[in-house]
T-cell receptor
C-alpha cells in the first residue's frame, strides 16, 4: 500500500451535475497529480498541484478544477458532468515537482459513472 | 510530444511460462521509464523503473532494461504465476512533463 487514499471509492452522478473527489497524500509528499483513466485506456494527466498552486495541466477543459490544501490533501472538482467523464480518477503524490526521476505513488482511485 | 506504445493484449499464458510485454517510446530529452501494474479493482502500483540508458529495473521477478538505441523498455519475467494477472502499463517521464502512459496490456495467467 502507498498510503495515498481517495474518497469516495465509487460515485454515480447524472449529466450536468457537479462532483468533488478527494485525495489524501502520503506523508511528506507535497505534490499531487490527478489522472483520468477511461475504460481500457491508460491514465491521462489532468493537472498537478505543488504547494497549493497548479503546476501544469493536461488537455482538459476548465470545468475540471482542483485545490490543494496546506496539509497537501487535494480535491478534484468537475462541473457540468458529461457522459464521457465516466472513468476511474486517480491521484498520485510525490515530492517537489516533476523531476524525471521522481516516483509517484497512486491511490486506489474513485470510479465515477455519469448517467 | 512524448508517447508510449505497448503491445496490445490481452496476453494469456500458462503458469510458469515466460513473459514479454513490449514497450517503445518517443521522447525529447532523457526520459525516465516506468512499469506500473494495476490489479483488478485497484489503483496503479509502481513495479519497476530505470532512469538512464542501460539501467535495468527489477522487482518481484520482473525485469526491464532501458535501451536508448532501440527506444525500448520491454518487461520480462521468467516464470509467471496466477497472481501476476493484472494490467501492465509502460510510462515515461521527461523534463518538466507529466507521466505519459501507454494503453496498458492485460495479462491473464492460467493454472
Amino acid at each position: 500500500e502507498t498510503g495515498v487514499t481517495q474518497s469516495p471509492t465509487h460515485l454515480i452522478k447524472t449529466r450536468g451535475q457537479q462532483v468533488t473527489l478527494r485525495c489524501s497524500s502520503q506523508s511528506g509528499h507535497n505534490t499531487v497529480s490527478w489522472y483520468q483513466q477511461a475504460l481500457g485506456q491508460g491514465p491521462q494527466f489532468i493537472f498537478q498541484y505543488y504547494r497549493e498552486e497548479e503546476n501544469g495541466r493536461g488537455n482538459f477543459p476548465p470545468r475540471f478544477s482542483g485545490l490543494q490544501f496546506p496539509n497537501y490533501s487535494s480535491e478534484l472538482n468537475v462541473n457540468a458532468l458529461e457522459l464521457d467523464d465516466s472513468a476511474l480518477y486517480l491521484c498520485a503524490t510525490g515530492t517537489s515537482g516533476r523531476r524525471p526521476q521522481e516516483t509517484q505513488y497512486f491511490g486506489p482511485g474513485t470510479r465515477l459513472l455519469v448517467l | 510530444g512524448n508517447s508510449v506504445t505497448q503491445m496490445e493484449g490481452p496476453v494469456t499464458l500458462s503458469e510458469e511460462a515466460f513473459l514479454t510485454i513490449n514497450c517503445t517510446y518517443t521522447a525529447t530529452g532523457y526520459p525516465s521509464l516506468f512499469w506500473y501494474v494495476q490489479y483488478p479493482g485497484e489503483g496503479l502500483q509502481l513495479l519497476l523503473k530505470a532512469t538512464k540508458a542501460d539501467d535495468k529495473g527489477s522487482n518481484k521477478g520482473f525485469e526491464a532494461t532501458y535501451r536508448k538505441e532501440t527506444t525500448s523498455f520491454h518487461l520480462e519475467k521468467g516464470s509467471v504465476q496466477v497472481s501476476d494477472s493484472a494490467v501492465y502499463f509502460c510510462a515515461l517521464h521527461s523534463g518538466n512533463t507529466p507521466l505519459v502512459f501507454g494503453k496498458g496490456t492485460r495479462l491473464s495467467v492460467i493454472a
